[in-house]
């Protein structure tokens, strides 16, 4: 009906909104601000490259304080208000862990930035998280064989009581117990 006239009555194409729900104050500040500038320099060059199908890409960031409560409060304001289309952020595994059950509650992506946390993608996960980076699992079958062969199989373990050293502690004291059982031989070549 409106032809060639339909986008200058109407206006461009609806942007992409992404939640960027991040620490940008307490303590994962430093990880918060720089996840988050990375982020901004991704949408820049996304919309600088003419967007997503030609819509532009809005990022909206709110401050969790690498808290739990805030962090839900932030998401729901997110998800309700600013209606994004997907999240992507967080710093701490423990908030990772705590949004997503919202995450879940109202069919909203969200893409995990570097919370390592094994629970996420393992005991905890579901359809709506994403995470396309390694977690503490990947970390101990890939650098368990080495220390055991190069350093010792004794072991004592000092991590961060939070969610990722945790993760870390099981993964990595599983991974050693096992292969300080057995004789860690070179790889043979094929005949």
Same mark, same amino acid.
């Given at each position: 009906?409106?032809?060639?006239?339909?986008?200058?009555?109407?206006?461009?194409? $609806? %942007?992409?909104?992404?939640?960027?729900?991040? /620490?940008?104050?307490?303590?994962?500040?430093t990880?918060?601000?720089?996840?988050?500038?990375?982020a901004?320099?991704?949408?820049?060059?996304?919309?600088?490259?003419?967007?997503?199908?030609?819509?532009?890409?809005?990022?909206?960031?709110?401050?969790?304080?690498?808290?739990?409560?805030?962090?839900?409060?932030?998401?729901?304001?997110?998800?309700?208000?600013d209606?994004?289309?997907?999240?992507?952020?967080?710093?701490?595994?423990?908030?990772?862990?705590?949004?997503? %059950?919202?995450?879940?509650?109202?069919?909203?992506?969200?893409?995990?930035?570097?919370?390592? /946390?094994?629970?996420?993608?393992?005991?905890?996960?579901d359809?709506?998280?994403?995470?396309?980076?390694?977690?503490?699992?990947?970390? /101990?079958? /890939?650098?368990? %064989?080495?220390?055991?062969?190069?350093?010792?199989?004794?072991?004592?373990?000092?991590?961060?009581?939070?969610?990722?050293?945790?993760?870390?502690?099981?993964?990595f004291?599983?991974? @050693? $117990?096992?292969?300080?059982? @057995?004789?860690?031989?070179? #790889?043979?070549? #094929?005949y």
């Amino acid at each position: 009906v409106f032809g060639p006239w339909d986008r200058s009555v109407f206006g461009k194409e $609806k %942007p992409i909104k992404i939640g960027h729900p991040d /620490a940008m104050s307490g303590p994962y500040t430093t990880l918060g601000t720089y996840g988050t500038w990375g982020a901004m320099v991704a949408v820049n060059r996304i919309n600088k490259a003419g967007g997503i199908n030609g819509r532009p890409v809005e990022m909206i960031v709110e401050d969790t304080q690498g808290q739990v409560p805030m962090a839900l409060r932030k998401v729901r304001k997110l998800i309700e208000k600013d209606e994004v289309h997907v999240l992507q952020g967080i710093t701490s595994s423990k908030v990772c862990l705590g949004i997503m %059950p919202t995450c879940r509650e109202f069919k909203t992506a969200f893409m995990v930035g570097i919370s390592m /946390a094994t629970d996420i993608t393992r005991e905890q996960a579901d359809r709506y998280t994403f995470r396309p980076m390694n977690n503490a699992t990947i970390q /101990a079958l /890939a650098m368990g %064989p080495w220390l055991v062969k190069n350093i010792g199989k004794k072991w004592s373990f000092a991590y961060v009581d939070y969610a990722w050293g945790q993760s870390e502690y099981k993964e990595f004291s599983e991974s @050693i $117990k096992k292969l300080s059982l @057995i004789h860690i031989s070179e #790889p043979t070549r #094929p005949y």
